[in-house]
């Protein structure tokens, strides 16, 4: 089959693995390597605070100072970025992203947000010139995996579920995006799994490349 679109996830696919990253920061600062996921997802009020987020319901400096506060922490300035400055880019997938689009594929991301300013992940990763649509939850007033923002991104690249692959590491959000037509790849670490995906959409780079590390 030939693929018309391409719609990607940013963290786990766009950027490399954030859990020793984030686990590292944690320690750093004093605390458990496992503080910043439980407070963010674990306990209820953070993760009620991070889905408000997500949803543009609540500014990332809003959110640092809240999180700051969970956290024990007495500086909340720039928090988000402070915790993301060593979280590299996956290149792998950047170099499929852009084959993809020399190749004529329209090329999304599709990312829930977790803040855009002060600190924006996106251009910190340098990824925003890779894309034709970029549909990010804050700005929506939605977030995945709400089947809403994944026909809203087909709407934007006007092309239909049948003519795309979206790539996620979250298994949660690839239901939503398959129920629409679309073909789901989930990134799950594997090294050889973006050469895989360039197989399927008939680009370079060859499987079996390995991820960024």
Known sequence: ??????????????????????????VREG??????????????????RYLALEAGRLTQAEWNRHTA??????????LMGRVWAD??????????????????MKVAMLSNSFGLDPYDPYAHAG???LFDVAVISEREGVAKPDP???QLTLDRMQLTGADCVFVDDQPVNLPPAAALGIT???????????????ALLGLSPAPGTPRAV
């Open 1 to 26: 089959m030939t693929y018309r679109g391409l719609i990607l996830d940013f963290v786990g696919v766009l950027t490399a693995d954030v859990t020793d990253v984030i686990g590292a920061w944690c």
């Open 31 to 48: 605390l458990p390597p496992q503080a910043w996921h439980e407070a963010l997802t674990v306990d209820p009020e953070g993760r009620e």
């Open 69 to 78: 506060v969970q956290l024990g922490l007495a500086d909340a300035d720039n």
């Open 87 to 104: 979280v590299r880019r996956a290149d792998d997938m950047i170099a499929l992203a852009v084959a993809a689009r020399a190749a004529g």
């Open 127 to 129: 990824v925003w010139d």
């Open 148 to 150: 809403a923002i994944y």
């Open 184 to 198: 789901t790849v989930h990134a799950d670490g594997d090294p050889g799994y973006v050469g895989r995906l360039a």
